[in-house]
């Protein structure tokens, strides 16, 4: 399981599943993942074999959702990603506010 999620691919599908308000299923994963439709169906069988997800064919599509152990991989990821977000915007802060440092000591000269 490690293997899948140290890459940014199965993780951004297990987040994107969680956050959908509608159905989701392979072709609406490959667009908001930016991958090929046959890369997102390989990540989902994975995710699948996993225990992650689960899929109920509808007509055509077939529906993917988390389940209860999905929910708390994706919760976690997303608690993550945000962690990360703070983080860099934090330091964007502070080089702005360092940049505005030294601009104001080289006006003092």
Do not use: C, W
């Not at 689960?54 to 077939?62: A, I, N, T, Y």
């Amino acid at each position: 399981m490690k293997e899948i999620f140290l890459n940014e691919k199965p993780v951004m599908t297990l987040v994107t599943i969680r956050k959908s308000r509608k159905e989701i299923y392979g072709s609406i994963i490959s667009r908001k993942i930016d991958t090929t439709y046959a890369h997102a169906v390989k990540i989902i069988s994975q995710l699948e074999d996993e225990g992650l997800i689960k899929s109920e064919k509808q007509g055509r599509k077939k529906i993917l959702t988390l389940t209860e152990k999905g929910e708390r991989y994706a919760d976690l990821f997303i608690e993550m990603l945000e962690m990360f977000e703070e983080e860099e915007e934090g330091a964007s802060e502070g080089l702005s506010l360092s940049s505005q440092g030294s601009k104001l000591s080289d006006n003092t000269l």
